[in-house]
């Protein structure tokens, strides 16, 4: 595998105030062997406007609105490339990333390439760094870990072989945002050989439309609902022990931001759950 397509999938739902940059630091690529494929998902802002100005450089597709995994789907049904890489409509690539990740994907024979990123925007002071940690077959780090992401930041540093889908599957459509992309990269890792590169190599825009950011309990129900699927999918893993984590995990998270609100959720779900 020598100089191997690229296919970038884009989501987009009006997302116009940043989808410029965005694509623009796909196209400014020092890896020039890509295909962008923008899936527009219903958008009712000028992003159509500011997308047709691109003209060939991308490939449009206009769609109702049907949310990410939908519009992931559609790009990845689409794509031409053995390799295929997401980024959101809001983040930014630094113009090394895909010559650095698909170096390492081939060199170490590996099927996804994940890397390291920082939060940007919305006035940030001290923008949080995201580490990329795990690495090898790392399935079993969504269970010890079930409200970490396991491959940082999801779908916007990723690089992977396009055939492993044919065994993870593609994106669940049921899922309409909160862990969407936690449940399919579980399921991308139970079949694939993982790395990453350390360096921050993706800009995570930080502002008040973002998903993980506009509910703390419908991104607690997303969650949930993405573990409630591993363990069905999985009998092996020892589903106390995974519930235990999540819960804590939350419990200590609502205490700290003093959200009363998501405090009370938890034990009403906790107490349904046990009784």
């Keep these: 595998m020598k100089n191997p397509l690229v ?79 997401f980024i959101d409509s809001d983040d930014v690539w630094e113009s090394e990333k895909l010559s650095k990740q698909v170096i390492k994907l081939i060199d170490e024979n590996l099927d996804l390439v994940y890397c390291s990123g920082r939060g940007f925007g919305n006035g940030l002071e001290n923008p949080k760094f995201y580490e990329a940690v795990y690495s090898g077959y790392c399935y079993s780090a969504f269970a010890d870990n079930p409200t970490v992401a396991i491959i940082t930041l999801g779908c916007s540093t990723a690089l992977f072989k396009k055939d492993i889908l044919s065994m993870s599957g593609l994106f669940d459509e049921d899922f309409k945002g909160p862990a969407e992309d936690w449940d399919f990269f579980r399921r991308v890792c139970r079949h694939a050989n993982i790395g990453f590169i350390p360096e921050e190599l993706v800009k995570y825009r930080i502002h008040d439309k973002n998903i993980s950011r506009s509910s703390a309990i419908n991104y607690f129900s997303g969650n949930k609902r993405a573990i409630s699927k591993m363990l069905m999918e999985d009998k092996q893993i020892k589903k106390y022990n995974v519930w235990l984590k999540f819960y804590l995990s939350f419990l200590k998270e609502s205490i700290k931001s003093r959200d009363l609100v998501l405090f009370s959720h938890l034990l009403l779900s906790i107490f349904k759950k046990w009784k």
């Design 7 to 85: 296919s970038v999938v884009m989501p987009n739902h009006n997302g116009a105030e940043y989808l410029d940059e965005a694509i623009k630091s796909v196209l400014g690529q020092t890896y020039s062997n890509i295909e962008l494929i923008v899936v527009d998902d219903g958008s009712s802002d000028n992003s159509l406007e500011i997308l047709n100005e691109f003209g060939n450089q991308i490939f449009l597709i206009s769609t109702s609105n049907n949310g990410a995994s939908t519009a992931r789907n559609t790009g990845i049904q689409k794509a031409n490339g053995i390799l295929i890489a």
